[in-house]
């Protein structure tokens, strides 16, 4: 039986190659060095045949070298949605860490804020405003700036917030899992990104595995974990 499409691992010195038939039966499997992974590839699948390779670096190089040979070369691209979660997730990542050392510097004047990050919001004007506090002038001034970087990165957040709240409005997929008890539009527009209609999954426990329900695998080329 033929390949018809393989899958691409691409990886910095061992590439995971995966093929199936016309009725995505997996027809072949290996594990294979940067240096010959292609040569393999010529041998085992015949030109025309698609191959998918992720949107990493080396793509654009491989992906010139296979059409050379008559490949038909697919990008997986990543999805808008969760790009969306993906830097909001990062800004989130950022503001925590300036709220942590705005927290450690004033701890050196005596002033202390909650753990909570309204408690915070609340907090910085009030020390900037208070002229006995202890705080220097030119550090008073270096909070002021620290309190614009985190005001910064709050709005970020609330336009990706709005972002995610409107794409939860049209999308259908979206809008029939916000009808489930304890389901908004954040994790509503996560779950479409992270399994799209859930067709590519055969089972419920597949999908389960891929969301982090059950034990997760952290493996790479042979070595697993």
Known sequence: MKIKRIGVDLAKNVYQLHGVDRGDKCLWKRRLKRGNWLKVLFEKAEPGCEIGMEACTGFHHWA???????YVVKLIAPQDIQAMHRVRSELICHRTAKANQIRGLVSEYGLVAPQQMASLRRAIPEWLEEGKNGLTDRFRELLNGLWGDLSG?????SELDQDIQVVAESHAGAKRLQQLRGVGPMIATALVAAVGNG???TK???MSASLGLTPRQHSSGNKDR
């Open 204 to 206: 419920g426990r597949q």
């Open 153 to 157: 990165l709050d709005q970020r957040v």
């Open 199 to 201: 067709e590519h999954f």
């Open 64 to 70: 010139r070298l296979l059409r050379e040979k008559g």
